[in-house]
């Protein structure tokens, strides 16, 4: 009977021990989280501001941990002006931008106080790919990797962001958007987005060449951050289930903008600056006309030259981007045949013919004649396919004065051999 006592005591004890265990595994696996379970990820894009750096607009991943409390926002596309040669490489098109770390809230305010709209996309992820992703941005940010190689198009703010956020997706954002396009190009969207500042949408429209001209799909006119935002809201992700779900589980407009939206699409300059070519052209030939009148003489010269400056060097630049730079967009440029930088030959000979008894040489003549040449051939090869650069306008506005400036010069050469000019007041 002791015996027997003996062994119900011992299994008493042994069935508490295994409850007992059985509780505490309990407990450890309910408190054990998986990796990425408490973090929330989100985009917020910022709209375009005033600056000229800025009218493309930005945006930043943010990750918030509901465990920690912590909030990080990840940004790409960040320069500074004092880098060591910053400016020199610049020009060269060998531009050093980094990533680097902000506290959200304070980037919201910052970016309101500017008067730029903001939104947040709140993403679907699954805990394994938030965590991906965050380790993929904590790589990015280590000393060694911060730095990356520029480009306006390609690897900036917005297709960094968008590289990380298909690297965390195992490549669905790309196969959802590198096929659907609106037949939209770099020029376009690059027009469009500075047209709230018309010189800088010159400067730039002037100096792209036939690369910023291709049809974009999705992926690639992603390196807008408002059309990356607006192709984010369309894509989809599957669950455990492979039921598709909306990658975007909420979006939220946390500010409005207070600055001037830029279009859509730029405005069609090509009769516009027909234009202004065509009556700027007729000034030149009116004033051509009467060379016997000395200030007719003198406002021809100063406007063939003004013209012939501006021409010149805006070519020479053109031909300095292709010949010794890295800047891809601005290669092979279709505008060096209306932006000559021959005009800059000219120049002796615009500054000669303010005086009455000036007469041109067989040089200039040529020179003259093969520059408005050239702009002809501009003209006309817009009916090649090869040409594809979209310059039409540009051709538009500077053909008729190379035209009206050759004529002028093979009329000073005849009035010349004709009978001699006598000034007048």
């Known amino acids: 009977m002791g015996t ?60 918030r ?53 903001v939104v947040e996309q709140e993403l679907r992820l699954t805990p394994a790919q938030a965590r991906s ?33 298909d690297n965390a997706l195992d490549g669905a954002l790309h196969r959802q958007l590198v096929s659907p396009s609106r037949g939209f190009t770099y020029r376009l969207l690059a027009d469009a987005l500075t047209t709230p500042d018309p010189l800088l949408m010159a400067v730039i429209d002037v100096g792209l060449g036939p ?56 405005a069609d300059l090509r009769w516009p600056f027909l234009g202004i070519g065509t009556a700027f052209a007729a000034v ?44 891809q967009s601005a290669w092979r440029n279709e505008n060096l045949l209306v932006f000559s930088p021959l005009c800059l030959v000219l120049l002796p000979t615009w500054w000669r013919s303010a005086f009455a008894n000036a007469a041109t040489t067989r040089f200039a003549r040529g020179i003259a004649t093969g520059i408005a040449g050239l702009a002809v051939v501009a003209l006309f090869s817009k009916v090649f396919s090869t040409f594809v650069q979209a310059n039409v306008a540009w051709i538009l506005l500077m053909l008729p004065a190379h035209l009206a400036l050759a004529h002028g010069l093979l009329a000073l050469d005849q009035g010349s051999r004709l009978r001699p000019l006598r000034a007048t007041a």
């Open 4 to 63: 027997n006592a003996t062994g119900g005591i011992a299994g008493r004890w042994l069935a508490a021990v295994i409850v007992s265990l059985g509780l505490l595994l309990c407990c450890a696996a309910s408190a054990q989280t998986v990796p990425g379970e408490t973090l929330k990820v989100s985009v917020l894009t910022f709209g375009p501001g005033e600056v000229y750096w800025e009218r493309f607009g930005h945006n930043a991943i943010v990750i």
């Open 65 to 117: 941990d509901a465990a920690s409390g912590n909030a990080v926002s990840y940004n790409y596309g960040m320069f500074d002006f004092d880098d060591e040669d910053f400016f020199v490489n610049f020009l060269r098109g060998r531009m050093s931008y980094q990533i680097a770390t902000d506290d959200p809230d304070e980037e919201i305010a910052y970016y309101i106080s500017q008067g730029r709209s």
């Open 133 to 165: 992703l965050q380790t993929y941005l904590d790589t990015n940010l280590r000393p060694e990797n911060r730095h990356y190689r520029y480009d306006y198009f390609t690897s900036n703010c917005s297709t960094r962001l968008r590289d990380a956020l």
């Open 211 to 266: 690369y910023a001209d291709q049809r974009l799909s999705f992926w690639k006119d992603s390196f807008v951050p408002m059309q990356l935002m607006a192709h984010l809201a369309d894509v989809q992700v599957t669950d455990a289930a492979g039921t598709g779900l909306p990658l975007v589980s909420n979006q939220r407009v946390l500010a409005n903008s207070r600055l001037i939206e830029p279009p859509v699409l730029p």
């Open 284 to 327: 030149l030939l009116i004033l051509s006309t009467k060379r016997h009148n000395r200030m007719a003489r003198v406002s021809l010269a100063m406007l063939a030259t003004l013209f012939s400056v501006i021409a010149g060097l805006t070519g020479v630049v053109m031909l300095g981007l292709w010949a010794f730079t890295d800047h």
